[in-house]
Nanobody
Framework: VQLQASGGGLVQAGGSLRLSCAAS????????MGWFRQAPGKEREFVAA????????LYADSVKGRFTISRDNAKNTAYLQMNSLKPEDTALYYC?????????????????WGQGTQVTVSS
C-alpha cells in the first residue's frame, strides 16, 4: 500500500488543522492506520491509531482530548483532526498502515509509511 500524507501547514497556537492520509494499492480497509510525529532532534513518536473498521481508537496522552483520528474506507483515506494546537505539536507528521492496531502503534518495520507533512504551530 502506498500512503500520501497532506494537510500540514503553519497555524497559530490554539488553531486547528486536519491532516489526510490517502492510500492506494492494496485494500485500505484491511489495515489499521496510525499517525506519528517527529520533531527535530527527537525520535518519532506515536500520536494516534485506528482499527480497520474505525471502531477502535488510541491516542498518546499528549494529544488526548485535542486530536481525533478517523477514516473513510470508501475514500481510502485516514484523517487526523488537530484542535487546540500548541507550539510543542510542531513536527513532521507521518501516517502508517499496519496489520493490527498494536503493530501500527509502534515504529514497526512491517508498517507501511507515508512521507511526512510539516505542522508548525507558532506561539
Amino acid at each position: 500500500v502506498q500512503l500520501q500524507a497532506s494537510g500540514g501547514g503553519l497555524v497559530q497556537a490554539g488553531g486547528s488543522l486536519r491532516l489526510s492520509c490517502a492510500a492506494s494499492g492494496r485494500t485500505f480497509s484491511s489495515y489499521s492506520m496510525g499517525w506519528f510525529r517527529q520533531a527535530p532532534g527527537k525520535e518519532r513518536e506515536f500520536v494516534a491509531a485506528i482499527t480497520w473498521s474505525g471502531g477502535g481508537t488510541l491516542y498518546a496522552d499528549s494529544v488526548k482530548g485535542r486530536f481525533t483520528i478517523s477514516r473513510d474506507n470508501a475514500k481510502n483515506t485516514a484523517y487526523l483532526q488537530m484542535n487546540s494546537l500548541k507550539p510543542e505539536d510542531t513536527a513532521l507528521y507521518y501516517c502508517a498502515a499496519g496489520s493490527t492496531i498494536a503493530q501500527v502503534m509502534r515504529v514497526d518495520p512491517r508498517n507501511y509509511w507515508g512521507q511526512g507533512t510539516q505542522v508548525t504551530v507558532s506561539s
